[in-house]
């Protein structure tokens, strides 16, 4: 059985869980319940997702979300495409607050009126009772669902990231919803919202739950990154919610507030990147890129808009410091830089590894090259990193070098090499 949770329910509930999303607008302060604050979408990333899905063309109805948590996702969707919404969540109080977060919203945005707020609904019950579901809705559900999300409930201590944890389950959900979406002759618009962990094979796995159901569906994969190297986000956009002819999509999402995300499309499936071991080489170029974009599979397609050398010299593809060698400097605007942690010229080999011992040959070799400053950027014992540091920050500080560097471990060999930072900027 399905409930509406009315404005009335919602204001008067006692909900204890109240916090500011530092990525959402002062004063824009969200509820949750029974913890549901770690489970929820941040603001920026939520916004700057349903943005993208202003690149397609839904059909007539509802906007979904069968497992709404607090209901950030939803209010964001439902918000910025101005289109009314029902989010059903199995625990009452997180339903409420969804309800509550609704409010807070409109208020915010004095869009009380507005169909996004005016039409929508906050349902308690279960997500895979579509018929249930529509039956609350009542005389509403003669519209169908332009949009089903799903950002599923997980183990927080998961390691497999098995698909069966998921809950609800995804074939579940698409077999029960599958009889009520408006029609599109893309097929229906899906947004799965799932583990950033899932490694290739669990991609493949969720691609032949959704062909069982819809085969031959359009669609693109997502990874979204706050920095870090993280991916923080994996979502499959289905049907008419597929981007374009995108196959691929990397968003860095920006770390001001209001700016643009920065994103690379692929219309190819991505290939995979291979090792290549070369010697250490004077005066090549070494860039350590992000690790998220890597795992997104669409650096190719990034470094041939920076670069227009083929990039085959990779001399790390895995962990968190992917390591490029070529010959020419990348081109990067400002957005770019996001994606590179260092880029620069070789200037010496120092054919030992850094200890205790060569910290001061680190430093010789760098006054020579005129730099005032050398940034570690490679693996170190992490208790060992903050002295090295600290003594090369010192050292160099006290001379009057100019230039700007970097200090990587060449794979494979013991050899150190000290890079000025160096890119070209347009
Ligand atoms: C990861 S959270 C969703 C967070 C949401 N995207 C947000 O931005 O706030 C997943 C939610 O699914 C709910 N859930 C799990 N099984 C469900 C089911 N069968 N029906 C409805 N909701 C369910 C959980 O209670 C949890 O709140």
């Not at 989010?87 to 409010?103: Q, V, W, Y």
């Not at 998921?166 to 919202?193: N, T």
């Not at 669609?219 to 374009?244: I, K, M, P």
């Not at 593809?317 to 942690?341: C, F, K, M, T, Y």
């Amino acid at each position: 059985m399905h409930r509406i949770i009315s404005h009335d329910e919602a204001v008067h509930a006692a909900l204890t869980e109240c916090s500011q999303d530092p990525t959402a607008p002062k004063g824009m302060e969200f509820h949750h319940a029974k913890e549901g604050r770690p489970l929820s979408t941040p603001w920026q990333v939520a916004t700057i997702r349903s943005l993208m899905l202003t690149e397609t063309n839904l059909a007539e109805g509802w906007l979904l979300d069968c497992a709404c948590g607090s209901g950030i996702q939803l209010i964001a969707h439902a918000s910025v495409l101005n289109r009314n919404a029902v989010g059903i969540e199995l625990d009452e109080e997180r339903a409420i607050a969804s309800a509550m977060n609704f409010l807070t919203v409109a208020q915010h945005q004095d869009a009380a009126t507005l169909p996004w707020f005016a039409q929508s609904r906050i349902l308690v019950g279960d997500g895979t009772d579509a018929a249930g579901a529509m039956e609350a809705l009542g005389q509403e559900n003669e519209a169908g669902i332009a949009l089903l999300h799903i950002d599923p409930a997980r183990p927080r201590n998961s390691r497999t990231h098995d698909l069966s944890e998921m809950q609800p389950p995804l074939d579940q959900v698409f077999q029960a919803w599958a009889p009520y979406f408006s029609e599109h002759e893309k097929g229906p618009a899906l947004l799965l919202d799932l583990s950033p962990r899932l490694t290739n094979e669990q991609r493949m796995e969720v691609e032949a739950l959704v062909d069982a159901v819809w085969p031959q569906l359009r669609r693109t994969w997502v990874w979204t990154s706050r920095g870090r190297g993280r991916v923080d986000r994996l979502a499959l956009w289905l049907g008419a919610a597929a981007l374009g002819s995108d196959l691929r999509r990397f968003v860095r999402v920006p770390p001001q507030l209001g700016d643009g995300a920065l994103v690379i499309s692929s219309t190819d499936d991505g290939s995979s990147l291979e090792c290549l071991f070369h010697p250490p080489k004077r005066g090549e170029y070494v860039s350590i890129l992000d690790a998220a974009l890597i795992e997104s599979g669409l650096a190719e397609s990034w470094l041939s808009e920076v670069s227009t050398e083929v990039m085959t010299r990779w001399a790390v593809i895995e962990g968190r410091r992917p390591q490029l060698h070529h010959l020419s400097p990348l081109r990067l605007s400002q957005a770019d830089n996001l994606l590179v942690q260092a880029t620069g010229k070789v200037v010496e080999l120092l054919s030992f590894d850094l200890d205790d011992s060569t910290v001061d040959q680190v430093v010789e070799a760098a006054l020579e090259n005129n730099m005032a400053s050398v940034k570690i950027r490679m693996d170190t014992p992490p208790e060992k990193q903050p002295r090295w540091q600290g003594s090369l920050d010192r050292q160099l500080a006290r001379r009057h070098g100019t230039k700007e560097g970097f200090l990587v471990r060449h794979p494979g060999r013991d050899v150190l090499l000290l890079c000025v930072c160096h890119s070209e900027s347009f």
